[in-house]
């Protein structure tokens, strides 16, 4: 690589875009979505 002239690039950091620290109430499920399962492999 270095004969190329060719060199690594570091991995960019992760970004967090979303506010999680704000007064703004949650949405109601609308979709009445139920990700629990009664045992592993059932939904």
Same mark, same amino acid.
């Given at each position: 690589m270095q004969r190329q002239g060719l060199c690594a690039r570091a991995a960019r950091k992760?970004? @967090? &875009? &979303?506010?999680?620290r704000h007064s703004l109430p949650v949405a109601e499920n609308l979709l009445k979505q139920?990700? &629990? @399962?009664? @045992?592993?492999?059932?939904k």
């Open positions: 992760l970004r @967090a &875009t &979303t506010n999680t139920d990700f &629990t @399962a009664s @045992a592993p492999n059932q």
